[in-house]
């Protein structure tokens, strides 16, 4: 079974994925969830909890990838496991940026930062 569940903080989503991305239905949606999230400026599709990606879900992460960066939009993945990381690092796809744990605390902050000059200027 796949699970998502979205965050936002200000024009920053996080996606927060749990289960495996091997079926079509994972992977459909996945890209569901990121789309309805085009008015975000990045997205970030939190991988603590997937266990595995396969052929479909590579293939999908590849898509919204470009689909990205069509919509001028940063993608960026959190924490995929050891399987998964071996996975993308193994497919024959562009690398996908992966956030580490210190670049993610600074986007949070400037995210928070942005949010409280905007509610202050109102």
């Known amino acids: 079974m796949f699970a998502v569940n979205v965050e936002r903080f200000g024009d920053m989503a996080v996606i927060e994925c749990?289960?495996?991305?091997?079926?079509?239905?994972?992977?459909?949606?996945?890209?569901?969830?990121?789309?309805?999230?085009?008015?975000a400026r990045?997205?970030?599709?939190?991988?603590?909890?997937?266990?595995?990606?396969e052929g479909?879900?590579?293939?999908?992460?590849?898509?919204?990838?470009r689909w990205a960066l069509d919509h001028?939009?940063?993608?960026?993945?959190?924490n995929p496991s050891r399987s998964v990381r071996d996975r993308l690092d193994h497919a024959c796809m562009h690398p996908i940026d992966v956030a580490s744990l210190d670049e993610?605390?600074?986007l949070l902050m400037i995210e928070e930062m942005a949010q409280q000059h905007y509610t202050a200027a109102a």
């Open 104 to 106: 993610m605390t600074a």
């Open 72 to 78: 001028d939009i940063r993608i960026k993945l959190f």
């Open 18 to 39: 749990e289960g495996r991305i091997v079926q079509p239905e994972a992977a459909y949606q996945l890209r569901n969830t990121v789309i309805a999230e085009s008015d």
């Open 56 to 65: 479909g879900g590579l293939g999908m992460l590849a898509y919204l990838q």
């Open 42 to 53: 990045i997205i970030i599709l939190d991988l603590s909890e997937v266990s595995a990606v």
